[in-house]
């Protein structure tokens, strides 16, 4: 399995400009996760899907952050509009029940 | 609210040196502890633990979690510079099937 697939790698965009980050899950996991990571807070999770459903979105910072997944095997992040604070290595990771949770390589996201 | 604290935030100790990282949690309902190795890029798994007393081991490392009194710890012994990383530790929380992640430590090892 080619693990969690995150694109873009990079996104730099300009603020006000709408963001859609995207994620392929490892085949077979149930769970999918969107965190945050910045120097100042560290690994924040936003969201959480199990079996496709959101479960938990206690941590999406405000009602311009909005995440689906559609199927088991596609989700995305959406960022709109976006702002200079948003800037941040967003990553998404998956797992099956119980277990560990294997990460993407992250999308690096710049707004200016 | 779940927590997860990491400590020291920061560590640097010299090559061959032996180092003990600190997780401490108060999660409801909490099922597992997972400690992660972050360096330039995405966090890599290292241990899962679910008993208390029980060390897993890999190589260099270890890891031994405590129910009772609500932590665990990391250890790496004869430090190579390769272990350099940011090193995460996460609660899973029972029924929820959701990681809350401490705020790391960096550790850096010198030559």
């Known amino acids: 399995d080619a693990g969690v697939i995150q694109s873009p790698r990079h996104e730099v965009t300009e603020m006000g400009q709408e963001v859609t980050l995207r994620c392929k899950p490892i085949s077979g996991h149930n769970s999918l996760f969107w965190y945050r990571q910045t120097m100042m807070r560290g690994l924040e999770l936003l969201i959480y899907f199990n079996n496709n459903v959101p479960i938990d979105d206690s941590g999406m910072p405000e009602d311009r952050f909005s995440a689906k997944m559609p199927n088991a095997s596609f989700s995305t992040l959406k960022i709109q509009p976006s702002e200079p604070r948003d800037s941040a290595v967003y990553f998404c990771?998956?797992?099956?029940?119980?277990?560990?949770?294997?990460f993407g390589q992250g999308t690096r996201l710049t707004v200016v | 609210e779940d927590k997860v604290v990491q400590s020291p935030l920061s560590l640097v100790v010299h090559e061959g040196d032996t180092v003990t990282l600190n997780c401490s949690y108060e999660?409801?309902?909490?099922?597992?502890l997972l400690w992660y190795k972050q360096e330039k890029k995405a966090p890599t798994f290292l241990f899962m633990l679910t008993s208390s007393g029980i060390e897993k081991k890999s190589g260099r490392l270890s890891s031994i979690l405590d129910k009772k009194e609500l932590f665990s710890i990391l250890n790496i012994t004869a430090t190579q510079t390769g272990d350099s990383a940011v090193y995460l530790c996460?609660?899973?929380?029972?029924?929820?099937?959701?990681?809350?992640f401490g705020q790391g430590t960096r550790l850096t090892i010198n030559p």
């Open positions: 999660v409801t309902n909490f099922r597992s």
């Open positions: 990771a998956s797992s099956l029940r119980w277990t560990e949770a294997f």
């Open positions: 996460a609660g899973i929380i029972q029924g929820a099937q959701k990681l809350v």
